[in-house]
């Protein structure tokens, strides 16, 4: 049984160029989650799919940034134009509600992350 | 509007010392969940419980325990008998009723000297 899994671990790039981060959900689990972690705080939501439909994106998402889960499965978080400000941590996590228990029921699990930093 | 707070941002003890790391939430949802992560300087964020708001019985997981106390906002976590292996940060979160993001505390590192 694996945990959810993240590629890269780290990346370094300079600004300007784009990246790509990869997120592999546990197994079967049909929601799966981005947020985002700078230095000495908790995490910030970024956005939430439930299967390949992306139904929620935090105001911290920008223009630059784009995530999808094409077959329901894996998901990539893309940031074009980096910028010095994106430097952080890079957290995504899955979930899998059970039928019939209500909407809040489900417990996320976290990957080990991707620590982007922009010089 | 959600909001968690954790006043304590670096705690230190000895090892064997029992610890208690605070947790305060905000919300106006009547159903809502509270979580504690650890995440351990390799950075992975774990999962130590959830609590359901309509749930207020206290719980004890080996030496971690939890008192969840509505009149007060609070959700506390308590180690007991700390060890060096405890040192991580931990994290309290909230997620209300129909909200499917956690909204988390900033953290409070803890640090078990030997």
């Known amino acids: 049984d694996t945990g959810v899994s993240q590629d890269p671990r780290h990346k370094i790039t300079k600004r300007g160029q784009n990246v790509t981060f990869r997120c592999d959900p546990i197994?079967?689990?049909?929601?799966l989650y981005w947020y985002r972690q700078t230095l000495g705080q908790g995490p910030e939501f970024l956005t939430y799919?439930?299967?390949?439909?992306?139904?929620?994106k935090s105001r911290l998402l920008s223009d630059r940034f784009s995530a999808e889960r094409p077959k329901g499965s894996f998901s990539t978080l893309e940031i074009q134009r980096t910028e010095q400000g994106d430097s952080a941590m890079y957290l995504c996590?899955?979930?899998?509600?059970?039928?019939?228990?209500?909407?809040?029921?489900?417990?996320?699990?976290f990957g080990p992350g991707t620590r982007l930093t922009v010089l | 509007a959600q909001k968690v707070t954790q006043a304590q941002t670096e705690i230190s003890v000895v090892e064997k010392e029992d610890v208690t790391l605070d947790c305060v939430y905000e919300?106006?949802?009547?159903?809502?969940?509270l979580f504690w992560y650890k995440q351990p300087p390799s950075g992975e964020l774990v999962f130590l419980i959830r609590?359901?708001?309509?749930?207020?019985q206290n719980e004890i997981s080996g030496r971690y325990s939890w008192n969840f106390q509505k009149s007060t906002s609070s959700f506390n976590f308590t180690i007991t008998a700390s060890q060096v292996v405890d040192s991580a940060v931990y994290f309290c979160?909230?997620?209300?009723?129909?909200?499917?993001?956690?909204?988390f505390g900033s953290g409070t590192q803890l640090t078990v000297l030997p």
């Open positions: 799919f439930q299967n390949e439909a992306q139904l929620e």
């Open positions: 609590r359901n708001s309509f749930d207020e």
């Open positions: 996590a899955s979930s899998s509600l059970m039928p019939g228990t209500g909407v809040g029921t489900d417990t996320q699990y």
């Open positions: 197994s079967e689990h049909n929601r």
């Open positions: 919300t106006r949802d009547t159903t809502y969940y």
């Open positions: 979160a909230l997620r209300g009723g129909s909200a499917r993001q956690l909204t």
